[in-house]
Every structure is written in C-alpha cells, then in structure tokens.
C-alpha cells in the first residue's frame, strides 16, 4: 500500500489556542482589518431571532411561522395581501411602532413578529400550531 502525503495543514498538532488572533476570527467567521465594528457583528435574520428567542421550542415555531410567511426574507411582500416583512405585517407601517427603520432592519421586523405573537397567540409556539390549522397566523 502506498503511502499519501498528507497536506501540511493537517499535519499541524497545534489546536486553535496556538492560532494567531486573526485566523481564529476568520475560523470563527468573523471580519478581520477595516471592518466596522457593526458589519464585523452583522447577524443573519435566523440568529438574530435566535437571540430574541432562546427557547427551542419557542425559537423553532417562530422559526416555523416566519419561514412560511416570508422565507426569512426581511423585504418579502405579498402580492395579493402587501403585507411586508419577515412577520409579514399588515399593513408594514405597524412595525414603526418598534422602529423608524422598520423597511430595512431585520432586528425591528423581528422584534414586532415576535411581539405579535405573544400578544395575539400567546407564543410563538401558539402562533405556529394556529399557523398549523388555518395557513396563515
């Protein structure tokens, strides 16, 4: 049996401790040099939810509802309705209660979805079961 030579990078013994502070950001999937601090920080719709949501259960029904309603996609529009956003609003301007950037920033779009449902269902868990039975919340 012939013998492979492994490629030097996993030859290495050493572990991430023994990694320069610039590649443990990049393995961490962070920004290195001139990124601002907020793009450095920037977070996708889902973890920023996840933040806003650390129950499981809590987090996969909101998961769930926001999901089928926009894709998590924060500029979804439906066509035949309007609504807008990652809750789906209706009308959109409701969110201005939690932001003037409403159109544009994901955290105030969740934070008025994740209001909606514990004001209206209780939960997320109880948006996404009455989701569940009539195809929209």
Do not use: C
């Not at 401790?17 to 610039?22: K, N, R, Y």
């Not at 973890?47 to 769930?64: C, E, K, M, R, S």
């Not at 909606?116 to 109880?126: I, L």
Request: aromatic share 10%.
């Amino acid at each position: 049996m012939s013998r492979v030579p492994m490629p030097r990078i996993f030859r290495s013994k050493k572990t991430t401790a023994g990694l320069t502070a610039a590649a443990a950001v990049v393995l961490a999937g962070g920004a290195l040099m001139g990124a601002a601090p907020a793009q450095a920080a920037t977070l996708s719709p889902r973890q920023i939810a996840h933040q806003l949501v650390p129950n499981a259960t809590q987090y996969a029904a909101f998961d769930q509802v926001v999901a089928h309603e926009s894709g998590w996609n924060p500029r979804a529009v439906n066509a035949s309705s309007g609504a807008y956003g990652l809750g789906q609003a209706l009308p959109a301007s409701k969110m201005a209660s939690f932001g003037p950037n409403w159109h544009d920033d994901p955290t105030t779009q969740l934070k008025w979805t994740l209001n909606y449902m514990n004001s209206r269902y209780g939960s997320p868990q109880g948006a996404w079961t009455f989701w569940q039975q009539h195809g929209w919340y």
